[in-house]
Nanobody
Framework: QAQLVESGGGLVQAGGSLRLSCAAS????????VGWFRQVPGKEREFVAV???????LYADSVKGRFTISRDNVKNTVNLQMNSLKPEDTAVYYC???????????????WGQGTQVTVSS
């Protein structure tokens, strides 16, 4: 069973940048798709980006051109570089690992505990 731990969240002003990291332990996730989702209170978990084992990636329209997902299978980490942040990007960000390239949370088998990102205006 894999354990995922997110880090890198924090408070940043609009227009700023943050880099989130998702580190896996217990099982290598080089064969998994790893995605980032975000959630605000009272709303469903929202897809942000995913990178598959092949390196193929998919982004939500709301973050295209601003966020970049990358993976390092040697270090067993997946990063999310977030630039030009907006107040509406404020949420708890979660990474998940699953066997498919998917934007649907239910397709993911493992989740981290989340990291808070707050963007002030």
């Amino acid at each position: 069973q894999a354990q995922l731990v997110e880090s890198g969240g924090g408070l940043v002003q609009a227009g700023g940048s943050l880099r989130l990291s998702c580190a896996a332990s217990g099982r290598t996730f080089s064969s998994y798709g790893v995605g980032w989702f975000r959630q605000v209170p009272g709303k469903e978990r929202e897809f942000v980006a995913v990178v598959f084992k092949s390196g193929a990636s998919l982004y939500a329209d709301s973050v295209k051109g601003r966020f970049t997902i990358s993976r390092d299978n040697v270090k067993n980490t997946v990063n999310l570089q977030m630039n030009s942040l907006k107040p509406e990007d404020t949420a708890v960000y979660y990474c998940g690992a699953g066997s498919t390239l998917s934007n649907v949370p239910s397709r993911y088998d493992y989740w981290g505990q989340g990291t808070q990102v707050t963007v002030s205006s």
